[in-house]
């Protein structure tokens, strides 16, 4: 794995190298390994590196690999080790190094994150702990709650319904594709398949709700609307290789009302939590 992060505020470099202290490790020789979800892991020679630069975004909390880049070693006799290095294997190698450090994991609003956490506790702000008051995220606390099992969100009831659309979106927004549904799992305590049964079993496509003629019931109506008989809490993009979709300008009120009620002040949600193509 990576042998170094640099953080600074927002931005991090993440370096996968082998120096000769790493080499030296094992006989024959330790060569740096960036792992490989799809194929062997790509084994760094010695003293060569790649160098990625991340970045969390400002505002919107997007999580970025802004470059990357192979430096070789001065042997010229190494230096096609990069060449099946991708895009995909970067952000996965990268992102997971930095996840496992707890490090450039994007989070909402901490508002959202307030209202989020009380619903998935079943607990209101003045019952929070005072660490998650100034965090909602405090992996320390949510990981001793995970542990008790008092850490997953119930998917009844329509508040419930709406902080799990628009976590989905907001993931689809500003995660790496591969991490959008352990993300999911992270805020809400629903592990992958849970959450992809979730998506499929409460959405309907925009071909569908466009040819019942519900497009403004799905982005200006105030009330609750049915499509053949079932609510329409979620609507996907018909090309299935489309990712997102749009959350009923309904469900995103209510939303936006129990988050407003609960911090005593007027709140909207962020246009990522709304929709998403991707």
């Given at each position: 794995?990576?042998?170094?992060?640099?953080?600074?505020?927002?931005?991090?470099?993440?370096?996968?190298?082998?120096?000769?202290?790493?080499?030296?490790?094992?006989?024959g020789g330790y060569l740096?390994?960036?792992?490989?979800?799809?194929?062997?892991?790509?084994?760094?020679?010695?003293e060569a590196s790649l160098i990625v630069d991340v970045e969390i975004e400002r505002p919107s909390n997007r999580l970025f690999i802004k470059s990357w880049t192979v430096k070789h070693n001065t042997n010229g006799l190494e230096d096609r080790w990069g060449d099946r290095l991708t895009n995909e294997i970067v952000v996965n190698a990268t992102t997971r190094y930095l996840w496992e450090r707890?490090?450039?994991?994007?989070?909402?609003?901490?508002?959202?994150?307030?209202?989020?956490v009380g619903i998935v506790i079943d607990d209101d702000i003045n019952k929070i702990s005072s660490?998650?008051?100034?965090?909602?995220?405090?992996?320390?606390v949510l990981e001793s709650l995970r542990e008790e099992g008092k850490y997953k969100i119930s998917t009844a009831g329509d508040i419930n319904k709406g902080f799990i659309i628009t976590t989905y979106l907001w993931a689809v927004?500003?995660?790496p594709l591969g991490f959008q549904l352990e993300y999911c799992e992270r805020l809400l305590g629903l592990k992958a398949n849970e959450m992809s049964n979730f998506i499929s079993r409460y959405s309907f496509t925009f071909?569908?709700?466009?040819?019942?003629?519900?497009?403004?019931?799905?982005?200006?109506?105030?009330?609750?609307?049915d499509y053949e008989g079932k609510?329409?809490?979620?609507?996907?993009?018909?090309?299935?290789?489309?990712?997102?979709?749009?959350?009923?300008?309904?469900?995103s009120t209510q939303v936006e009302d129990y988050i407003s009620d609960m911090v005593q002040t007027p709140y909207k949600l962020q246009p990522e939590m709304t929709g998403a193509t991707v």
């Open positions: 794995m990576p042998t170094s992060v640099k953080v600074s505020g927002n931005q991090y470099q993440v370096t996968f190298s082998t120096d000769i202290k790493d080499y030296n490790r094992e006989d740096t390994p960036i792992p490989v979800l799809r194929g062997k892991d790509i084994l760094v020679p010695l707890g490090l450039a994991i994007p989070v909402p609003d901490n508002f959202y994150a307030m209202g989020l660490k998650l008051k100034k965090n909602p995220f405090d992996s320390e927004n500003n995660i071909e569908e709700i466009s040819k019942a003629n519900l497009t403004g019931n799905l982005f200006n109506g105030k009330e609750k609307f609510p329409v809490y979620f609507v996907k993009h018909s090309d299935e290789k489309v990712q997102g979709g749009y959350l009923p300008k309904w469900l």
